[in-house]
Each structure stands twice: as structure tokens, then as C-alpha cells.
């Protein structure tokens, strides 16, 4: 597994000149791949929004993987508004669907906007319980996409920064985006007591 490893990192100059060979493959196939990991997650979105900046650099890798996260979750979506009652009978009781209708009531897009934003909180589950909530198809797009934004583009500059290759930058990007993942941890059971206090189901 190791020797697997230490032979990607040394090639790693190669798969990318492969994407820029076939550009246009490349990123169709990319795209595909991000949007099934959010309707089917074959791969955990980290991983996917990580090789976005690995293979294609930041702008391109974020624009890729936030176009193949609005694929997937206008699918997701569209999935729960034309089956409604049968994700319904597999999420009513879910403890994430109590709480998103929880905060949805009282707080409405603003409130699902912020879950958006917290690390950790699963997303792609959210994209199928939020199409229980009577928002517009137009307001979940603009919502969703642009509370994964910050993650998203997180994910493609660490991507980006691992493929250069250079120690210091690695050791300082690395360690900028956990001190601040970390204090948003510290800050999230407070903002989800604060986002579900006074609510009523």
C-alpha cells in the first residue's frame, strides 16, 4: 500500500499532464464523479474535492467540483420532490430531518444556509431532507452551492498546494485550515444549540 502511495506522489506530474492531454475528458469524467458522490457518495466528498485542486489547480478544481456538487444536488433534490413519500418513510424519524425541520421553522433559508456552512454536518443527506422543506428549487441552488463554497474551495487549494510539493507551503496551508476547521469546531455545538433553541418540532 505504501509502495502504492509513494509511486502516486512521485508520478503525481504525470497525471496531471493526463488531464491537461485530455482536457475536456478529463473534466467531463470529473464532473460525473463528483455528482455521483453526492447522490450515491461512492467516495467521501473530502477525497473528491481534494483531487480537484490535486489534478486540475485551485480555480479550475473548484469550479469543477462545485459544478459536479450542483449536479448532484439538484438530482438529490428533484429525487425527494418526485418520490417525496417514499424518502419520507425512510427519513421521518431520522435525527438529522428532525432537526433541519426544527431549524428551517424557525430560522427558514437563513438557518439552513448556516448548516450548510458547518463542517462535519453531513451535506449530502441535507440536500435530500432540505427537499422535504417548502423551498423553491431556485432558493435551495443558490443556498446550497453557495454555503459548500467556502469548503469546496478549501479542499481545492490543499489539493492544489500537496501537488507543488513544497514542505513549507504544505505544513502552512495544512496548518491554517485546521486551526480554523478546529475553531469552527469549537464553535458548532453552540451555533446548533443556538440554531435549534426555542424551536419546536
Known amino acids: ?3 502504492e502511495i509513494v509511486s502516486l506522489w512521485e508520478d503525481r506530474s504525470l497525471l496531471r499532464d ?3 492531454e485530455n482536457p475536456l475528458l478529463g473534466a467531463v469524467l470529473f464532473t460525473i464523479l463528483q455528482a455521483l458522490q453526492v447522490v450515491i457518495a461512492p467516495l467521501p466528498g473530502e477525497v473528491t474535492g481534494f483531487m480537484a485542486g490535486f489534478l486540475f489547480g485551485t480555480i479550475p478544481g473548484f469550479l469543477l467540483s462545485t459544478t459536479g456538487i450542483l ?4 438530482l438529490a433534490f428533484l429525487l425527494v420532490r418526485t418520490f417525496r413519500k417514499h424518502f419520507l418513510k425512510r427519513y421521518e424519524f431520522h435525527p438529522y430531518y428532525v432537526k433541519i ?10 438557518g439552513v444556509f448556516i448548516l450548510y456552512l458547518i463542517p462535519g454536518f453531513p451535506k449530502d443527506i441535507l440536500n435530500y431532507l432540505v ?3 417548502p423551498i423553491s428549487f431556485k432558493s435551495f441552488i443558490v443556498v446550497s452551492t453557495i454555503g459548500r463554497a467556502p469548503g469546496t474551495l478549501a479542499l481545492a487549494i490543499q489539493g492544489d498546494v500537496v501537488y507543488g510539493g513544497h514542505p513549507l507551503r504544505i505544513i502552512l496551508v495544512t496548518s491554517a485550515f ?14 446548533e444549540n443556538y440554531l435549534n433553541s426555542n424551536s419546536t418540532t
Not at 449536479?71 to 439538484?74: I, Q, R, T, V, Y
Not at 425541520?101 to 437563513?110: A, E, I, N, W
Open 71 to 74: 449536479l448532484g444536488s439538484m
Open 1 to 3: 500500500m505504501w509502495e
Open 101 to 110: 425541520k426544527r431549524v428551517f421553522r424557525k430560522y427558514g433559508l437563513t
Open 178 to 191: 485546521a486551526v480554523a476547521f478546529l475553531s469552527f469546531l469549537l464553535l458548532k455545538k453552540r451555533l
Open 131 to 133: 427537499g422535504f422543506m
Open 18 to 20: 493526463l488531464v491537461r
